[in-house]
């Protein structure tokens, strides 16, 4: 089935059935002007996939020689049916570098052992990955060959016709997820990214260190991009895609707590163990009764939550007889209001702007990281904010190794009105002037003003 949903640029909705599977149904876009068309994903590979797809794409009589497809992310929801529906035909298939080595390494390297390893160290059994290798969505309907594709790296620009989609790298749902921006419409095809009546699938990645972390980061990221329309790649869009971001937020702040509850009660337990003491939305089903592919998901969610907490130091994770083990490294209703502090808006920025909000939140993440890696706050140089113009500090901290000692060049800037600057820059050039608030405060000087920092 087409629908029609925008003017212009002129772009199609294709509905693709995903039968059997809690999704229900993939959006595949197509963007079509001046001839150009772009197709934004396309369904699993099987028969109603592309039944429906070439049904919809037929209705657009779309010039082949000037279609090219666009794969928002590795799954195969999204990339199923590419090298079958762009066989024999000239258009180009572009993918972001990361989500591209990812999938080559599951299509065509030993990947899937390393995770599977890996669900076995959090408590899953051989015989239940050999089930799970014939019925897992994830490993089923996937394209028909490895492919060539155009990559793509964040901030690269693609064309349909006359109006130009920047694509916008937002690692979490997978490692290199991209959605793409029409900056003068404000309108975002926000992929797996933003969903609005499921949460997206936040799991463990082989090769990756924190999916959790990276994703609620591209969420403060995404916060920061004027966006009128908000086009989900599953189901509908029926809300504020600000509000959405922030209610995901909580979502996963609340699992994180639950975590904690659950590590706190049973310390020492596997990722199988502590997913079984979590809430599920399950129908009231017991975590035994749960399908193994849902419980399989399950537990790569809660490695994610896990791998936050080890990579912010709130966890510890070890090895006990061959499975892996995990404990809090401090008081669960510290760890809690640890996480509080980050998440919430705490009463230092409540009235500020949005904008500020997600900034501060963004940089209590970023300087939890340092601490992590060791370095210690030297130097604070006030602060300056004022509602209507920018916000910019500059902390240096510091770390010795040995005999060494290290110096991080960081400098936090944010100018409220959008440009938003974040951590190692060597030369950091002024936006700023000279602002003088109310109060006769001064603020920094500047102008075209240049610093090196480090
Ligand atoms: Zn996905």
Redo the contacts with the bound molecule.
């Keep these: 089935m087409l629908t029609k949903i925008y003017e212009n640029p002129a772009v199609y909705r294709v509905d693709v059935p995903l039968p059997d599977n809690p ?1 229900k149904n993939l959006n595949c876009y197509v963007v079509q002007d001046s001839g150009e068309t772009l197709i934004i994903d396309t369904g699993f590979n099987r028969k109603e996939c592309l039944d429906a797809l070439l049904e919809g794409l037929a209705e657009l009589d779309a010039d082949w020689e000037k279609t090219n497809l666009f794969l ?4 195969a ?2 990339t199923g049916l590419a090298p079958t529906l762009m066989k024999d035909k000239p258009g180009k298939m572009y993918m972001s570098r990361v989500d591209y080595a990812v999938l080559e390494g599951l299509m065509v390297g030993e990947v899937w052992k390393v995770s599977d390893a890996n669900f076995i160290a959090e408590g899953f059994t051989q015989e239940q990955i050999n089930i799970l290798h014939s019925g897992n969505p994830a490993r089923g309907f996937e394209p028909e060959c490895f492919f060539d594709v155009e990559e793509l790296e964040d901030g690269d620009v693609i064309t349909v016709g006359k109006w130009k989609f920047q694509c916008i790298l937002v690692p979490g ?2 490692p290199g ?1 991209m959605i793409l921006y029409q900056r003068e419409e404000q309108l975002l095809f926000t ?2 990214h933003i969903l609005f009546d499921i949460t ?2 936040i799991t463990c990645w082989v090769g990756t260190a924190d999916s959790l972390g990276n994703y609620l980061d591209s969420l403060v990221k995404t916060r920061d991009i004027p966006i009128r329309t908000a086009l989900p ?2 189901r509908k869009n029926d809300m504020n895609v600000y509000e959405r971001m922030d209610e995901i937020v909580e979502h996963h702040l609340k699992r994180l707590k639950e975590t904690v509850d659950a590590i706190q009660q049973f310390p020492g337990s596997h990722a199988t163990k502590i997913a079984a003491c979590l809430r599920w939305s399950m129908r009231g089903k017991t975590w035994e009764e749960f399908p193994l592919s849902q419980r399989w998901f399950a537990v790569g969610e809660t490695i994610a939550h896990l791998d936050y907490l080890v990579c912010r130091g709130y966890a510890e994770r070890k090895v006990v007889d061959g499975k892996n083990a995990y404990w809090l490294t401090m008081d669960g209703a510290l760890c809690k209001s640890k996480l509080d502090c980050i998440w919430k808006n705490s009463a230092r920025n409540k009235g500020k702007t949005s904008e500020y909000r997600h900034w501060f939140i963004r940089k209590q993440i970023w300087l939890e990281s340092l601490q992590y890696k060791g370095f210690q706050l030297l130097y604070f140089y006030g602060g300056y904010f004022h509602p209507d113009v920018l916000y910019a500090e500059k902390q240096i901290f510091c770390k010795t190794e040995g005999e060494k000692f290290f110096r991080h060049p960081s400098v936090l800037y944010a100018k409220m009105e959008k440009e938003i600057f974040f951590g190692e820059r060597k030369h950091i050039y002024g936006y700023f002037e000279t602002v003088t608030d109310r109060t006769g405060h001064q603020g920094f000087s500047g102008g075209k003003h240049r610093e090196t920092a480090g």
């Design positions: 999704l928002t992310h590795l799954h929801d999204h749902h997978t997820q992929a797996d997206p699938n790649a599953h």
